[in-house]
């Protein structure tokens, strides 16, 4: 034990400066104490680095996809038959030669055919190089579809190209197809949560408050529902969708279809949270004191429940993420000409196709990245707004 | 008190700390008491005081992030009567070691503050009983069950062999209760710590399960240590009482002389926050002012002087009382013994007039 | 406990005909009647139909009744076998799906046994070293492990597995034995190409029960008859596995019924890419192609599945907790 002692640095009551230690530790635990139950949680959440690496990447990508017009270099749906599959062109510092230059460049192209397998390769050609400029004029859009501009991110200047993360089957350029399928599967689960929020909030905060009836049979409701594999069920609702709606309206149906299945955990969440409330004394309170059901439940209960609800919410939507990653790539989510991550990951179905163009796949490495970032937010928001929780 | 041969066991300047993410919580800071033989020594104080940390600490079971980083207890087995000492030093025993969990149940047993969730809900009552006997006792299976039939009917309840195929949520609170009594009797411990055993149950429970403890205890003449904050329960149970404030003990006595001549200012304040059937004018309860101050926080000197109605400015905050033994095994940690500080205060005189 | 059988056993049928409600919802869910549909499909291939068999069609499936009644011809045949026609494949549904939902049903399994073997021990490693490097590795793995899509996985574990030992992966059975009758060497065939799917499958489910195991035993040990096992003088391994460790199981053992779904829709995407002979691939056709019969019945047995799946876990749940089986 004694030994124990000397090992761990047990400061000495009678150390006089440890008594002011003591005074300023009592200072700052008085500053805790007068902090809100929000500043508290906000400082909780900031102390856990996954949660807030997490939501700096979703900052950072979800800005890319509202500026999406800004950001990419070339129009996504636009062939280019003379750089099919061409792989990425990394942008580098220094050259074949050894020189470094300041400003990145990027490889022109080199062509060859394949005569095995009868199709063109293309490599890196060192001698050309391509200096790429920030900033640059280039094909006219429309920001957030109303301002008229021509400047884009970054370019080259004619006849290179710069495909960072190369080119899809119809010589398509990748990151924009990225950044613009981004819009699709990082806004889907989003409407999805949203609307996962209000059926499953509104149906089980009635069933916990009211219970009776409406509450068993909402109970066997979602108990049916859940019997179905979800993908299976969401696939059947999908493929009966009509061909002929617009991309639009599409992406509303499915972001419909998914929340239609996810409400149901939701609910029971939230069903059990107001069970609980409604036993506990504030409630009875705010109930002798003649408050009205509404009041009872919005008032008292809501803002108790609206940590637990934003948790649940945050972890629904990578589920929706991946759900409509997985529909899109069965070819029953959006559908080409749309564009999402998993309409995108369509072209990597096969391991020969991976093997040869394991670019392809880069769509896939932004799904992982975002739901990745949402389990890590939503891990955080946990922990932050109750610390007794798993 | 001397390490005497009517000692069963001894705690000394006992530290205990726990690691915690957002910092040490130093719960125990120096706790000393000792429990004589066949004795019920009563250990009483607020919420968050130390008491359960200290059973835990004699258990030998605290949490992971905590440890007894500095003191001893020593504990006197029941083979030492008579003879020469053999002591065991629990604190220098691995938690989980085999000679630990020799003691443990078998030597030295304990019941919980919650009887509701106590026992296993998955096993019947009889299992968790013959656990207990299979593992300290030298018995065949039907031998331990005719002892664990017969340590239920001990604790008065009916049907024992009923009971011995129950489920813990067949059974009552105080059913459960007497149930963990038995569990803890069954190899006849010498020591019995006793955390709260009667804070969770309704007031007619509580006194029938005070009565079986007395009579059990006076029938084996076990030692036991009960915890509690409630001071009408260390009257009517204990031979000896601990008062813990804030990590240590401030005082130690009998339970007479407690109640009659209390001789540090927290045991007279909680004195004085009892109600009396006998008082006559009805005048209002003292309060003790303040609150336990946080234990990661705790207060330079001694610990209790930001409540105490006799501090000494200049003296109290600052320096740490140490144990000092009046007469009749009375021991009391607090400066207004200290004749040699005392001496040296320049507002001396002025205390012993209000004194 | 017989009377809880009875109650659960009542559960699951009446369950059962809810869901084939809903699929026979999901069978006139796409727009066109099921006779339009298979007529135009028959035009594509260049066939006329004889209005004979048109006729004969609408009568087994009593399109000209109310839909009730088509409900009530459809859910009887049903129970009887017949599940209807595919007009894609032009065979009866009995004759396509039983050796496909078999293969799934064993991958289920497999996965089910593969997620419970890796995800209970780290579950119970993590929570007794909470905090500890190994509790934070398994948290961040484990959450790597929900974020990747199946699909993906599936991808790049076959990519590697042909890079680094160079033999392909995909499907159930290498080539010389699909179509060879059953043997010993046909079924260590199918157990060598099996552990793919299971580990694909099994990635996201093994991460959400070792989190839930983790989250489980942490408040167990907690339970003060922990504590009280503890003080009886058992050893620890003794009183984690007895006590804890079977406490915190029981609400497993509920999840193991709804955990199913996740792998069934798990096996159904991975399929895809592996190219393997079960539901997935032909289920998906059979949507986009509006082979609503085909796609129904699949659908109903996949739901049947995890209807008699609950049952199976509230049973054992019962077999495990006195609290239930005394209720």
């Known amino acids: 034990m004694a030994k124990q002692a000397v090992l761990i640095p047990v400061l000495d009551e009678e150390d006089p400066t440890l008594a002011a230690g003591f005074a300023k530790a009592?200072?700052?635990?008085?500053?805790?104490?007068?902090?809100?139950?929000?500043?508290?949680?906000?400082?909780?959440?900031?102390?856990?680095?996954?949660?807030?690496?997490?939501?700096?990447?979703?900052?950072?990508?979800?800005?890319?996809?509202?500026?999406?017009?800004?950001?990419?270099?070339?129009?996504?749906?636009?062939?280019?038959?003379?750089?099919?599959?061409?792989?990425?062109?990394?942008?580098?510092?220094?050259?074949?030669?050894?020189?470094?230059?300041?400003?990145?460049?990027?490889?022109?192209?080199?062509?060859?055919?394949?005569?095995?397998?009868?199709?063109?390769?293309?490599?890196?050609?060192?001698?050309?190089?391509?200096?790429?400029?920030?900033?640059?004029?280039?094909?006219?859009?429309?920001?957030?579809?109303?301002?008229?501009?021509?400047?884009?991110?970054?370019?080259?200047?004619?006849?290179?190209?710069?495909?960072?993360?190369?080119?899809?089957?119809?010589?398509?350029?990748?990151?924009?197809?990225?950044?613009?399928?981004?819009?699709?599967?990082?806004?889907?689960g989003l409407v999805g949560v949203i609307l996962t929020l209000i059926f499953g909030s509104v149906l089980g905060t009635a069933s916990g408050y009211f219970g009776g009836i409406f509450d068993t049979v909402l109970q066997r409701g979602i108990e049916?529902?859940?019997?179905?594999?979800?993908?299976?069920?969401?696939?059947?609702?999908?493929?009966?969708?009509?061909?002929?709606?617009?991309?639009i309206t599409r992406f509303f149906f499915i972001s419909i279809i998914l929340s239609l299945l996810g409400w149901t955990s939701l609910a029971r969440q939230v069903r059990a949270k107001v069970l609980a409330y409604r036993e506990m004394d504030f409630a009875s309170a705010a109930k002798a004191a003649g408050a009205s059901h509404w009041r009872i439940i919005l008032v008292h209960m809501l803002p108790n429940a609206l940590s637990h609800i934003i948790v649940i919410a945050t972890l629904a939507i990578p589920g929706m993420i991946l759900a409509e990653t997985a529909l899109?790539?069965?070819?029953?989510?959006?559908?080409?000409?749309?564009?999402?991550?998993?309409?995108?990951?369509?072209?990597?179905?096969?391991?020969?196709?991976?093997?040869?163009?394991?670019?392809?796949?880069?769509?896939?490495?932004?799904?992982?990245?975002?739901?990745?970032?949402?389990?890590?937010?939503?891990?955080?928001?946990?922990?932050?707004?109750?610390?007794f929780a798993i | 008190m001397a390490d005497n041969q009517n000692t069963i066991l001894q705690v000394e300047n006992l530290h205990t700390h726990f690691?915690?993410?957002?910092?040490?919580?130093?719960?125990?800071?120096?706790?000393?008491?000792?429990?004589?033989?066949?004795?019920?020594?009563?250990?009483?104080?607020?919420?968050?005081?130390?008491?359960?940390?200290?059973?835990?600490?004699?258990?030998?079971?605290?949490?992971?992030?905590?440890?007894?980083?500095?003191?001893?207890?020593?504990?006197?087995?029941?083979?030492?009567?008579?003879?020469?000492?053999?002591?065991?030093?629990?604190?220098?025993?691995?938690?989980?070691?085999?000679?630990?969990?020799?003691?443990?149940?078998n030597e030295i047993a304990m019941i919980f503050q919650e009887p509701m969730t106590s026992l296993d809900p998955v096993y019947t009552v009889g299992s968790q009983l013959m656990e207990a006997i299979t593992l300290h006792q030298n018995v065949t299976k039907q031998q331990g069950k005719e002892i664990a039939v017969d340590a239920l009917a001990k604790v008065n309840l009916p049907e024992p062999a009923r009971i011995f195929d129950a489920y813990p949520h067949q059974l009552s609170g105080g059913q459960r209760q007497r149930v963990m009594i038995a569990i803890a009797l069954s190899c006849n411990p010498t020591l019995l710590i006793a955390d709260e055993p009667t804070t969770a149950l309704d007031v007619t429970t509580q006194a029938q399960i005070l009565d079986l403890m007395r009579a059990l205890q006076e029938e084996t003449h076990m030692s036991i240590i009960f915890i509690t904050h409630d001071l009408g329960?260390?009257?009517?149970?204990?031979?000896?009482?601990?008062?813990?404030?804030?990590?240590?003990?401030?005082?130690?006595?009998?339970?007479?002389?407690?109640?009659?001549?209390?001789?540090?200012?927290?045991?007279?304040?909680?004195?004085?926050?009892?109600?009396?059937?006998?008082?006559?004018?009805?005048?209002?309860?003292?309060?003790i002012k303040g609150r336990v101050p946080d234990p990661s926080v705790v207060p330079p000197g001694c610990a209790f002087h930001p409540r105490c109605p006799e501090v000494i400015p200049g003296l109290c905050d600052v320096h740490t009382p140490e144990v000092i033994k009046l007469g009749g095994g009375q021991e009391v940690r607090c400066l207004l013994y200290d004749d040699k500080l005392m001496a040296q205060s320049p507002t001396r005189t002025a205390l012993a007039e209000s004194r | 406990?017989?009377?809880?059988?009875?109650?659960?056993?009542?559960?699951?049928?009446?369950?059962?005909?809810?869901?084939?409600?809903?699929?026979?919802?999901?069978?006139?869910?796409?727009?066109?009647?099921?006779?339009?549909?298979?007529?135009?499909?028959?035009?594509?291939?260049?066939?006329?139909?004889?209005?004979?068999?048109?006729?004969?069609?609408?009568?087994?499936?009593?399109?000209?009744?109310?839909?009730?009644?088509?409900?009530?011809?459809?859910?009887?045949?049903?129970?009887?076998?017949?599940?209807?026609i595919s007009f894609e494949y032009n065979r009866e549904v009995k004759e396509l799906i039983w050796q496909r939902l078999s293969f799934t049903v064993l991958i289920a399994l497999g996965t089910l046994i593969f997620t419970w073997i890796v995800a209970i021990p780290i579950g119970i490693y993590a929570a007794t070293h909470q905090y500890k490097i190994g509790d934070n590795a398994a948290t961040f793995v484990g959450m790597a492990g929900l974020s990747i899509p199946d699909f993906m996985l599936a991808l790049v574990l076959m990519v590697i597995v042909q890079n680094v030992f160079g033999f392909s992966v995909s499907g159930l059975f290498s080539r010389e034995y699909i179509d060879a009758p059953w043997s010993l060497a046909k079924i260590g065939d199918l157990i060598k190409h099996l552990w793919v799917p299971v580990l694909v499958v099994g990635t996201s489910g093994t991460a959400g029960l070792m989190r839930i195991m983790r989250g489980n035993l942490?408040?167990?040990?907690?339970?003060?008859?922990?504590?009280?096992?503890?003080?009886?003088?058992?050893?620890?391994?003794l009183v984690i596995i007895k006590h804890a460790v079977r406490n915190a199981l029981h609400p497993l053992i509920m999840l193991l019924g709804m955990s199913l779904p996740s792998i069934i829709s798990g096996s159904l995407v991975v399929s895809i890419v592996l190219g393997l002979p079960t539901t997935g691939p032909l289920y998906f056709a059979a949507l986009r192609n509006q082979d609503m019969y085909l796609a129904g019945t699949f659908l109903m047995f996949l739901a049947g599945m995890l209807v008699v799946g609950n049952f199976l876990a509230d049973i054992l749940l019962a077999l495990v907790d006195p609290r239930i089986r005394y209720e």
């Open chain 1, 26 to 188: 009592a200072n700052v635990s008085g500053d805790i104490g007068q902090l809100s139950v929000g500043q508290l949680m906000w400082r909780r959440f900031l102390r856990n680095r996954l949660a807030v690496g997490g939501a700096i990447v979703l900052i950072f990508m979800y800005s890319m996809i509202l500026f999406a017009e800004f950001v990419i270099p070339y129009d996504h749906f636009v062939s280019n038959s003379d750089f099919v599959t061409r792989p990425p062109q990394l942008p580098r510092f220094i050259d074949s030669e050894g020189n470094f230059h300041l400003r990145p460049f990027v490889y022109g192209t080199e062509t060859v055919l394949d005569t095995v397998n009868l199709i063109y390769l293309h490599k890196d050609d060192l001698t050309q190089i391509y200096p790429i400029h920030f900033f640059v004029k280039g094909k006219p859009y429309k920001l957030f579809g109303l301002i008229p501009w021509d400047v884009h991110l970054y370019g080259v200047d004619e006849p290179g190209t710069v495909f960072l993360l190369g080119t899809d089957r119809n010589g398509r350029d990748m990151f924009s197809r990225i950044v613009i399928g981004g819009r699709v599967s990082m806004t889907v």
């Open chain 1, 224 to 247: 049916i529902l859940m019997s179905f594999p979800t993908i299976a069920l969401w696939a059947a609702f999908a493929a009966a969708l009509p061909p002929d709606i617009t991309a």
């Open chain 3, 218 to 237: 942490l408040d167990i040990l907690n339970m003060q008859y922990v504590q009280a096992a503890r003080a009886r003088g058992l050893s620890e391994p």
């Open chain 1, 328 to 387: 899109s790539f069965l070819g029953l989510g959006i559908v080409p000409p749309a564009v999402s991550w998993g309409a995108l990951l369509q072209d990597a179905q096969t391991v020969a196709v991976v093997l040869k163009f394991p670019w392809l796949m880069l769509p896939g490495a932004f799904v992982i990245l975002t739901v990745l970032s949402f389990n890590f937010i939503g891990d955080g928001i946990r922990d932050a707004a109750d610390p």
């Open chain 2, 19 to 105: 690691f915690t993410e957002s910092g040490v919580i130093r719960a125990l800071r120096g706790v000393d008491f000792s429990v004589e033989r066949g004795k019920v020594l009563g250990i009483v104080g607020e919420s968050g005081c130390g008491k359960s940390v200290t059973a835990q600490c004699i258990m030998n079971m605290l949490p992971g992030n905590g440890r007894a980083v500095e003191g001893k207890i020593s504990y006197y087995p029941r083979e030492s009567i008579g003879s020469q000492t053999e002591k065991v030093d629990i604190t220098g025993l691995p938690p989980r070691g085999k000679a630990m969990r020799a003691i443990r149940g």
């Open chain 2, 233 to 287: 329960v260390v009257a009517e149970m204990c031979d000896d009482v601990a008062v813990m404030y804030l990590g240590k003990v401030v005082e130690q006595t009998t339970v007479d002389a407690a109640f009659h001549s209390p001789q540090h200012p927290y045991t007279r304040a909680l004195l004085r926050s009892i109600p009396r059937l006998t008082d006559e004018n009805q005048t209002r309860l003292d309060v």
């Open chain 3, 1 to 84: 406990m017989l009377a809880y059988f009875v109650r659960r056993l009542f559960y699951m049928l009446t369950t059962m005909v809810f869901v084939s409600l809903i699929g026979f919802f999901i069978i006139n869910l796409p727009p066109g009647s099921y006779i339009d549909v298979y007529q135009a499909q028959r035009q594509n291939m260049g066939t006329s139909t004889a209005s004979a068999e048109l006729e004969a069609l609408t009568r087994r499936y009593g399109l000209d009744k109310p839909v009730y009644v088509q409900y009530w011809k459809w859910i009887t045949g049903f129970v009887q076998g017949d599940f209807g």
